[in-house]
């Protein structure tokens, strides 16, 4: 399954899969963490209010847009694991749930930014509310656990335990972080 680039955007991956990263050691991904598997999650480098579409289809599972602050200091190991759970919950966010039952974390969206009239449809028809590929699902923003601007894409298989791997159809370059920074990647 192909996905299509949820931006119009040019496309900086500032976070590939397996964490690593052009400017630090390496990143926030390269374990699976308490809230979910973000080893195949991707980091787009996206100025807040740039406007996301759906990657591929699906139906809304869950979405939160009530989140205004950012917590990067809470990022790190040692930070204060209650504070660091209440400074994850906002994180807003929109979830897809495709037809193969895999579903799709589009994450730290803006303060209010999950489209409109998906909420709109929302409020009517809950859970059967289908977003098409391509269709808008709201606006990138800087919300939850997030050291800067951008939108965290994951795909996870069944359980937010398990993420897996994806292939967009409008960018041919690997997203394998231990291909693009195999320096990042030694043991
Ligand atoms: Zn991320």
């Not at 869950?62 to 930070?79: E, K, P, V």
């Not at 709201?138 to 993420?163: A, F, I, R, Y």
Request: a positive charge; charged letters at 25%.
């Amino acid at each position: 399954m192909t996905y299509t680039l949820p931006f119009s955007t040019p496309v900086q991956i500032t976070q590939g899969f397996f964490g690593g990263q052009r400017t630090q050691d390496y990143g926030t991904h390269r374990k699976p963490n308490r809230y979910h598997d973000s080893r195949y999650a991707v980091d787009f480098g996206l100025a807040e209010g740039t406007q996301l579409r759906a990657a591929r289809a699906g139906f809304v599972v869950q979405w939160q847009d009530s989140g205004r602050f950012n917590y990067a200091d809470f990022l790190q190991d040692d930070a204060d694991s209650e504070l660091k759970k209440r400074a994850a919950k906002e994180m807003n966010f929109v979830t897809l749930c495709h037809d193969d039952g895999t579903f799709a974390v589009y994450a730290h969206l803006y303060y209010q930014g999950v489209d409109y009239e998906l909420k709109e449809r929302w409020k009517k028809t809950g859970r059967n509310t289908r977003i098409e590929q391509g269709q808008p699902i709201g606006w990138s923003g800087n919300t939850g656990l997030s050291t800067g601007p951008h939108l965290h894409l994951v795909v996870c298989k069944g359980s937010p335990k398990e993420s897996v791997p994806i292939v967009f159809k409008d960018y041919q370059r690997t997203l394998d972080d231990r291909v693009l920074f195999p320096q990042l990647h030694k043991k």
